[in-house]
């Protein structure tokens, strides 16, 4: 399986960042994996954002629900980001990646595309 980021990289305060993650190798309908989107600030560890399920349902940080949205485009493979309202502070390197069905456990991540949000 391959995972595949793309999106712009600096973004102004306030507008929405979009991110597509295209995966190959298998579906992102398959039972296996969930599909996570996981950033990692300079500096700072890895957080997890949320998931898409081979259902279609989304799990969402807490910290980050009111902002973000998961979502999949199945003729596509492909899964996708929004996060609106964006702060300095979101400025990181976003990973897309396929979690074992709940395990927590990431069997595969994409190369992660750099994201800055600044004016």
């Known amino acids: 399986v391959q995972l595949q980021e793309s999106g712009p990289g600096l973004v102004k305060p306030s507008q929405t960042l979009s991110l597509t993650c295209t995966v190959s190798?298998?579906?992102?309908?398959?039972?296996?994996?969930?599909w996570s989107w996981i950033r990692q600030p300079p500096g700072k560890g890895l957080e997890w954002m949320g998931a898409?399920?081979?259902?279609?349902?989304?799990y969402y940080s807490p910290s980050l629900k009111s902002r973000t949205s998961i979502s999949r485009d199945n003729a596509k493979n492909t899964v996708y980001l929004q996060m609106n309202s964006l702060k300095p502070i979101d400025t990181a390197v976003y990973y897309c990646?396929?979690?074992?069905?709940?395990?927590?456990?990431?069997?595969?991540w994409g190369q992660g595309t750099q994201v800055t949000v600044s004016s």
């Open positions: 990646a396929a979690e074992g069905e709940g395990t927590a456990e990431y069997d595969y």
């Open positions: 190798g298998d579906s992102v309908t398959t039972t296996s994996y969930y």
């Open positions: 898409i399920t081979y259902s279609g349902s989304t």
